[in-house]
């Protein structure tokens, strides 16, 4: 697929985004076909209609893609090194997202959030995972307050995002299971809240959402 879309390398970054979302498209066919794994979306009437913080739980590989997807105007924060995969990586560094070397000290982080802010106000939403990593289903949560510093320097909403992916998708063991992924969203949350009031409404408002999902 990288290879077929070369062209689009020579076009404005926004084309990019169709290869990207035809490849998606690809996936969602594939598990379904192969893997019996189904999807659907709820919550879309929660939407506001600007740049938003999207928070997400994080318990697959899969909703990196469905969000992304069915987000179309949005972007991850990622790690540097990920440019240096052959051809996917390539394709990252063309669509313009915001790479960040973990490495660096304050001025790395404060040049992070300004090039977030600044995409924000173009009209972009940003994709974040609060616990960073991938959860098993039921494990206890363990919410980082990065996403914080963005809430407040960008004066954004937030707009959580409860799923049960991993019980599809598990992070361990990695063996796709058939079954219905549901990604829902929840409410927006306002801003102007405190680190810790925010954080913690956070946590609670996706947490109950997911276990609810789980049963």
Not at 125 to 143: A, L, M, N, V
């Amino acid at each position: 697929m990288g290879i077929f879309s070369f062209p689009y390398f020579f076009l404005p970054t926004k084309y990019i985004q169709k290869p990207a979302r035809l490849w998606i498209k690809g996936i969602f066919l594939f598990l379904k076909l192969i893997c019996k794994v189904t999807h659907q979306i709820t919550g879309l009437e929660n939407i506001p209609d600007e740049p938003l913080i999207i928070v997400s739980k994080h318990q697959s590989a899969f909703e990196t893609f469905a969000l992304f997807y069915y987000f179309k105007n949005s972007f991850f924060v990622h790690k540097r090194q990920l440019f240096y995969i052959p051809i996917f990586g390539q394709y990252l560094l063309k669509s313009n997202m915001v790479a960040i070397n973990r490495s660096g000290h304050a001025n790395t982080m404060r040049k992070m959030l300004n090039n977030v802010k600044n995409k924000l106000d173009q009209g972009s939403s940003i994709i974040i995972f609060p616990e960073g990593t991938r959860k098993i289903p039921r494990e206890k949560p363990d919410y980082k307050s990065g996403f914080v510093g963005i809430y407040n320097i960008a004066n954004r909403k937030l707009l959580p995002i409860a799923l049960n992916s991993g019980l599809c998708w598990p992070k361990h063991p990695n063996i796709i299971k058939k079954g219905n992924i549901i990604i829902q969203v929840l409410p927006s949350i306002n801003t102007g809240l405190g680190k810790k009031e925010v954080l913690d409404k956070v946590e609670k408002t996706i947490e109950e959402a997911t276990n609810k999902l789980l049963t």
